[in-house]
């Protein structure tokens, strides 16, 4: 029996400090397709590219996850620019812009167009609040050390009705693959408020042991 009640005293620890490090997923466009997509790179014609998007439900939001690729695979370091701007026909006023920089760049294993290496990216900015019903539009700029050009993947979600900025803005059509999430939504329990937990949990397994 106290074997018993140790593993769920360690079950229940574990649980709690692993809900700390999940994150709330806020909106889905969709993984990567591996079948194109579309130059957002300051030295190619498009600097610029992204896509509409629009939430259910208000949220803030201080993480992406997206997918792209070289026109060939030279290492290189990355300096991604992400921008939100009001969203409509075009992009709006710009109301919030990062410098991700290198961000986390993770291989997938995929090739994209059956030449290319294709990434999976995560960084985290600052966060900030998205309101509900509410036209956004996203975008990513890479400003990067090689003479390869990076391209946003195609992605399998919702039709977001992207656009490429060269001078102006143009209507791609495309659709996307990133998602928006908020790291601190499932934190509901503090650091001190967990070890609180743990030692609650500890004291009533000593008065069981005291009982017995």
């Known amino acids: 029996m106290k074997a018993k009640t140790l593993s769920f005293v360690a079950l229940l620890f574990s649980a709690v400090f692993a809900s700390q490090s999940q994150a709330a997923l806020v909106y889905n466009g969709g993984a990567s397709t591996s079948s194109g997509g579309y130059y957002a790179d300051q030295g190619y014609g498009y600097t610029e590219?992204?896509?509409h998007f629009m939430l259910n439900s208000a949220s803030a939001v201080n993480s992406i996850k997206w997918w792209g690729a070289y026109d060939g695979n030279q290492n290189q370091t990355d300096n991604f620019f992400l921008r939100f701007y009001a969203g409509g026909a075009t992009p709006g006023a710009l109301l919030y812009s990062f410098?991700?920089?290198?961000?986390?760049?993770?291989?997938?294993?995929?090739?994209?167009?059956?030449?290319?290496?294709?990434?999976?990216?995560?960084s985290a900015f600052s966060a900030f609040n998205l309101a509900a019903n509410t036209s956004y539009f996203i975008s990513l700029s890479n400003q990067n050390s090689g003479s390869d050009n990076w391209f946003w993947?195609?992605?399998?979600?919702?039709?977001?009705?992207?656009?490429?900025?060269?001078?102006?803005?143009?209507?791609?059509?495309a659709?996307?693959?990133?998602?928006?999430s908020n790291d601190t939504a499932t934190q509901a329990v503090s650091a001190p408020a967990t070890l609180g937990l743990f030692g609650l949990s500890l004291l009533a397994l000593g008065l069981r042991r005291r009982q017995r």
């Open 49 to 51: 590219t992204g896509a």
């Open 153 to 173: 993947a195609n992605g399998n979600g919702p039709s977001n009705n992207g656009a490429s900025y060269g001078g102006s803005w143009v209507n791609t059509g």
């Open 99 to 122: 410098n991700l920089g290198a961000s986390n760049k993770t291989a997938t294993g995929n090739v994209m167009l059956n030449a290319w290496t294709e990434y999976s990216y995560q």
């Open 175 to 180: 659709s996307l693959a990133f998602e928006l």
